[in-house]
């Protein structure tokens, strides 16, 4: 059986010839090696994918009561990737790469809509949170604001009412505090 080989972005990416390749792209989520997101996001960019890899600002207070911003990956070892199934392998080989999350042998996805939620989020510059405890809640959708039409959770905690996407792929929600009066039950 022979190959075909594909120059992006001058790497070349092998693959076994006589397979279907599928023509649409989706959100794969892939595991990395600890404190390797950035170099993982440089080189993929750098190849031409579409990476996204949401970052945190915390201030991180040092042993000597210096303060400073440090940016944070919000999903600690995981990096989502805009890319065809048959790329998976390619990138899959990257030494910082540990593999790509399944399900039952399948590739493990996220919606153009999740993703487009968590950047969003991200953007409202409001306090965001990330629980890996899945908390009960009403689902609900949101009918005015930024985040208009998205769906997701809603949790009272304290007095405070928050909104969450979930991922369940990686077991994560990501949550922002937002008013009621902005969201419906479904």
Excluded at 16 to 34: A, D, T
Excluded at 37 to 63: A, D, H, M, N
Excluded at 76 to 93: D, G, Q
Excluded at 102 to 116: C, D, H, N, Q, Y
Aim: aromatic share 12%; charged share 25%; hydrophobic share 35%.
């Amino acid at each position: 059986m022979s190959e075909i080989i594909i120059n992006k972005g001058g790497q070349n990416l092998v693959f076994p010839e006589g397979r279907r390749y599928s023509k649409r792209r989706h959100w794969y989520i892939f595991y990395l090696r600890p404190r390797t997101e950035r170099i993982v996001y440089l080189t993929l960019k750098s190849l031409g994918y579409e990476v996204f890899c949401p970052v945190i600002q915390r201030i991180k207070t040092w042993k000597n009561r210096q303060r400073k911003k440090i940016k944070l990956p919000l999903f600690p070892n995981y990096m989502f990737v805009y890319t065809y199934p048959h790329e998976l392998y390619a990138i899959r080989s990257f030494p910082q790469v540990v593999n790509y999350v399944s399900f039952a042998g399948k590739p493990g996805t996220l919606s153009r809509k999740e993703v487009e939620g968590i950047q969003k989020m991200l953007g409202l510059r409001n306090a965001v949170t990330l629980e890996t405890i899945f908390l009960k809640g009403e689902h609900v959708r949101i009918i005015s604001g930024p985040l208009k039409g998205h769906e997701g959770i809603l949790v009272r905690q304290r007095n405070k009412s928050r909104f969450g996407i979930r991922l369940k792929a990686i077991n994560h929600a990501v949550f922002i505090d937002i008013s009621q009066s902005d969201l419906e039950k479904l």
